[in-house]
């Protein structure tokens, strides 16, 4: 009898992954493919079958590995703003714009005078920048006229759940992303819509991670598949979150990685003037993956600080324990390194001692990070467990600077939250858990 696993998906920016897991928590295999962008002269995009294809591919990798299953449940987790549109009739009528592409700086500096900077900002929780879709849905309509034809918009979590089988529908953290969404409402907001040229019967109808929206049609190398229910997971950030087990009002997942995110989640009630001050300092206010919670995300450049560092002083990754055992010798010296108010900005003593400059480098970045951490707490109430994850925490001296700065905090050995969250949610979707607190937690998987 083929044996019942759980499928999560994770649609990043570099790849797409799949992990698969038994219903008691253990990845039992992992599939891969790249994803591929194009530059073009406007800048950085790819199309929705190049998606489509590089997620069945890893779809198949993954299962290959585990040859005798049956998938009952698939979640699919992806990089938000980047949408697709379709026609009536299913065509692709448009390049998929990469998240990080600046092409709508013109038209960022028109939504801040036509609607208003504080109001947008106060409305959807995000700031004043050109990641959101609701800058690039208007740079389309002026230099793709076959848009004006859109009967469709998804998210790329969404448009790989559709090509599985799956019907069309809205997940909220990721609606919250395309700035288009009334953050307290949770309904589209008409004057963000009016402006971007966009309708409201462009989304499916908003559902909640975890909640099924159809059956999955596999055949060949994606046979096991056939059936599955499929739900949509969510934004990658706030899914690795519930991978981790940090999603619950209070928790903080700190990711080390070369921007270090911290993401705090909460309950939905942050005053308005504490949101205009979050996302005035950067931090963006939006629906979480784990239904009826909010998220707060905001970044610092700690490793990118430290990359520029290590550098410097000539080490590479294999001489990092090393330099992690000169800098626990070292004497604290702040001024070794100085961080700057521009981002990434370090400048470094030349006087000082390699270890000494690790200290004081991983101490700075990691000061910054607590900083960024009791702004979240100011607006949202205490913190309640710390999940610390990604590729720095592979350094001594940065394990050890996190604990001077934040105190106790949990050490994460999960490594593909992000599959790990989505194949939770296809759990819940499928009725194996009740819900995300009865999921198998990553200390026991």
């Not at 099924?212 to 979150?241: E, F, M, N, P, S």
């Not at 055992?325 to 070794?336: C, G, I, K, N, R």
Request: hydrophobic letters at 45%; charged letters at 20%; a negative charge.
């Amino acid at each position: 009898m083929p044996r019942e696993l759980l499928a999560g998906i994770d649609a990043g920016t570099t790849s797409v992954k799949v992990a698969l897991l038994t219903p008691e928590g253990e990845q039992i295999a992992l599939g891969r493919a790249p994803t591929t962008w194009e530059r073009t002269t406007y800048g950085e995009e790819t199309d929705a079958a190049a998606l489509t294809r590089t997620a069945r591919v890893a779809l198949a990798d993954a299962l290959a590995q585990s040859p005798d299953c049956r998938i009952i449940g698939i979640g699919i987790a992806s990089m938000a703003e980047a949408g697709v549109l379709v026609d009536e009739a299913g065509r692709v009528l448009a390049p998929v714009i990469a998240w990080h592409d600046h092409r709508d700086e013109h038209e960022l500096q028109e939504l801040i005078a036509e609607l208003g900077g504080e109001t947008y900002s106060a409305t959807t929780g995000l700031p004043l920048w050109t990641q959101w879709s609701v800058t690039k849905h208007k740079w389309l309509t002026r230099h793709v006229p076959a848009v004006a034809a859109a009967t469709k918009r998804f998210s790329v979590a969404e448009w790989l759940a559709y090509d599985l089988g799956a019907g069309h529908a809205s997940e909220p953290s990721l609606a919250s992303r395309t700035g288009m969404l009334d953050l307290r409402t949770a309904t589209w907001w008409e004057p963000a819509l009016h402006w971007a040229g966009a309708e409201a019967s462009l989304f499916g109808p908003l559902v909640p991670a975890g909640t099924g929206i159809g059956a999955a049609r596999g055949q060949g190398a994606l046979a096991a598949l056939d059936g599955a229910v499929v739900t949509v997971a969510g934004h990658d950030h706030q899914v690795a979150a519930i991978g981790m087990g940090a999603h619950r009002p209070g928790d903080e997942f700190d990711s080390a990685g070369t921007a270090e995110a911290i993401l705090r989640t909460s309950a939905p009630d942050i005053a308005t003037d504490a949101v205009r001050a979050l996302t005035a300092a950067g931090v963006t206010v939006g629906h979480h993956a784990a239904p009826g919670r909010w998220c707060l995300l905001g970044a610092t450049q700690g490793g990118l600080i430290l990359g520029k560092v290590m550098a410097a002083l000539g080490v590479d990754r294999d001489g990092l324990p090393q330099l992690d055992q000169a800098a626990a010798a070292a004497d604290d010296v702040p001024t070794a390194v100085t961080l700057g108010p521009g981002s990434g900005d370090v400048t470094i003593d030349p006087d000082a001692a390699p270890g000494e400059i690790w200290r004081a480098a991983t101490r700075g970045i990691t000061a910054q990070a607590a900083a960024l951490s009791d702004r979240l707490t100011a607006a949202s109430g205490p913190r309640r467990d710390l999940v610390v994850a990604g590729g720095w925490t592979h350094s001594a001296a940065v394990r050890d600077a996190k604990a001077v700065a934040f105190g106790p905090y949990r050490l994460s050995a999960v490594s593909e939250a992000g599959c790990r969250g989505a194949a939770l949610l296809a759990g819940v979707a499928a009725g194996i858990y009740a819900d995300l607190e009865s999921a198998p937690s990553p200390e026991t998987a």
